[in-house]
């Protein structure tokens, strides 16, 4: 099966379920799989369907852990939803990735791992506690996945006042298994509570912790897979251009292990908001993480991008490398307004703020380089999640999906608390 070293070199290998319930390495590396086999030469002419595909790709890595059927049903499972991929004119296409049941990309990923750990987790184990901290849409996607799933509770820590209304009932509604702490502070606050939690060694020795954030190989293995899906909706034999409306980098890395399987991709757009950390440092070559900034695209505020250790890895430590296979740009709200807004008149297609910063991206790179090739935008959310920017940029109401709509009039179950880690690990201890 395959196993996986971490990017600091000094943990010992470790297989696809280890990987998974330790989320970070115990050297405070990020998990990489160790082989990465050439899968596209094979899948390239195959007829499959999302699942199928998924299942195809996903196997190598788990294989000797998950039987192959109980693969298959992880995928028809997690996977139940469309993606689909919109043409917008000649070589410009759109791949819709807010299908699922909290209207972004990161059901893929939060799916995938939810029904991985159940399948790990027997009914002699011991009940799962999975942390999560959330500016918004990690925590909503880890509820929706985990929701009623045997062995496992699901707590999310999500800053007071720093939510989207829509998302602060998607976080507290679902109740069950799923809990909800409104932390009295900021996103990097709650992040900081998480990963005291995992060094506390009382808290470790009584409960059995794990942790849904980005940085888990899991959530990046299922993000590679629609890379492969745009492509063979696309079947056009040129190298595909994408741009990744990015933050973390987590989606972005998912398509750097999808070209590493064999998959033409031209080249890689990193398109960010004003938090323009990895397009400085693609310029200068310094990386230099700072706090994040308010933005419109907040999902992609972050200044201190997890995976960038990952991207430097694939690429052995090579700027030349990164350079020629990423391109870095930013954009200000003000631009990103100006993109839905273009979009919108031209093309009548509604985007939301993220997957406009990843619109002009493509634009301003096909007009530098005159690429003919397809141009692929990944679609990170449904515009309706971001209706107060929206809507002013396009001049019209926008109809909100029935899933979303579902929320709205729910009764908010949430636990007010301090940001002092005293807080939440009484609250673990004893809930
Ligand atoms: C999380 C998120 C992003 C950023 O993805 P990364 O993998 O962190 O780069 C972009 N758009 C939306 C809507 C998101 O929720």
Request: charge should be negative; hydrophobic fraction near 40%; glycine fraction near 6%.
């Amino acid at each position: 099966g395959g196993q996986c070293f971490s990017t600091n070199k000094k943990s010992s290998l470790v297989g696809f379920r280890d990987a998974l319930f330790q989320g970070l390495a115990p050297d405070g590396g990020l998990y990489l799989p160790e082989n990465i086999p050439i899968l596209w030469d094979k899948l390239k002419y195959k007829d499959l369907s999302y699942p199928e595909l998924a299942f195809e790709i996903l196997h190598p890595y788990v294989d000797g852990e998950i039987p192959k059927l109980s693969l298959a049903d992880i995928c028809q499972n997690a996977f139940s939803f469309i993606v689909h991929v919109n043409k917008i004119k000649k070589d410009h296409y759109i791949l819709e990735l807010f299908h699922g049941p909290t209207l972004a990309f990161k059901d893929f990923a939060a799916r995938f791992m939810a029904r991985s750990m159940e399948y790990f987790l027997d009914n002699n184990s011991k009940e799962l506690t999975v942390l999560v901290a959330t500016s918004g849409d990690t925590g909503s996607a880890v509820a929706s996945g985990f929701h009623n799933v045997d062995g496992i509770r699901v707590v999310i820590l999500y800053p007071k006042g720093r939510v989207t209304p829509i998302q602060e009932r998607q976080l507290t509604s679902l109740g069950d298994n799923i809990t909800a702490l409104e932390i009295d502070g900021s996103f990097d606050d709650c992040q900081l509570i998480v990963k005291m939690a995992f060094q506390d060694k009382d808290l470790n020795e009584s409960i059995h912790l794990s942790s849904a954030n980005s940085i888990n190989i899991a959530r990046l293995l299922p993000q590679s897979v629609y890379y492969f899906w745009a492509h063979k909706q696309i079947s056009r034999n040129e190298p595909i251009i994408v741009s990744v409306p990015s933050g973390n980098f987590g989606n972005l890395t998912g398509g750097l292990l999808a070209k590493k399987m064999g998959l033409p991709i031209e080249k890689f757009i990193a398109s960010t908001n004003k938090n323009d950390v990895v397009p400085e440092y693609l310029d200068s070559g310094k990386f230099q993480p700072r706090p994040s900034v308010r933005t419109l695209s907040n999902a992609m505020d972050v200044g201190d991008p997890s995976n960038l250790s990952r991207i430097q890895k694939l690429h052995n430590y090579d700027m030349k490398n990164i350079r020629n296979n990423i391109m870095g740009i930013a954009y200000t709200d003000d631009e990103t307004i100006d993109s839905i807004s273009k979009i919108f008149s031209e093309n009548q297609i509604i985007l939301d703020p993220h997957t406009a910063v990843g619109y002009a991206g493509l634009l301003d790179y096909k007009k530098e380089f005159n690429s003919m090739n397809p141009g692929v935008v990944l679609s990170t959310a449904h515009p309706a999640k971001f209706i107060e920017s929206v809507e002013p940029a396009i001049g019209e109401k926008i109809s909100i999906p029935k899933r979303l709509q579902h929320f709205i009039g729910r009764e908010m179950q949430k636990i007010e608390m301090s940001n002092r880690m005293s807080d939440v690990k009484e609250f673990l201890l004893t809930a």
